[in-house]
Nanobody, 117 residues
Framework: QVQVVESGGGLVQPGGSLRLSCEALTTLTSIYEMGWYRQVPGKQRAMVAN???????NYDDSVKGRFTISRDNPKKMVFLQMNNVNPADSAVYYCYAQIDPGSTRYWGTGTEVTVSS
């Protein structure tokens, strides 16, 4: 079983920065994939970025060049550095951990990001 816990959300001004953190609490020693989705009211959850164990990353086009995903594999953590944010980035951000290819994704409860002046 894996418990996923996010932190770091909050209020940030347009053009500002925020760093989200996520930890997978598990006795397993490695996690294949970790990443971030976000959701706004009335819309489906959408992928923001993900990162595989060996370093490959993927980003949604809307955040390329502004957000950076990184991992600390021994600590089973993933981070999302958000720079130059804008109001469209306001959402609840969810972290997930996937132990093996094609296996169940374990999700956190979300951390809210609000971009507003």
């Amino acid at each position: 079983q894996v418990q996923v816990v996010e932190s770091g959300g909050g209020l940030v001004q347009p053009g500002g920065s925020l760093r989200l953190s996520c930890e997978a609490l598990t006795t397993l020693t490695s996690i294949y994939e970790m990443g971030w989705y976000r959701q706004v009211p009335g819309k489906q959850r959408a992928m923001v970025a993900n990162m595989y164990k060996y370093g490959t990353t993927n980003y949604d086009d809307s955040v390329k060049g502004r957000f950076t995903i990184s991992r600390d594999n021994p600590k089973k953590m993933v981070f999302l550095q958000m720079n130059n944010v804008n109001p469209a980035d306001s959402a609840v951000y969810y972290c997930y951990a996937q132990i093996d290819p094609g296996s169940t994704r374990y999700w956190g409860t979300g951390t809210e990001v609000t971009v507003s002046s």
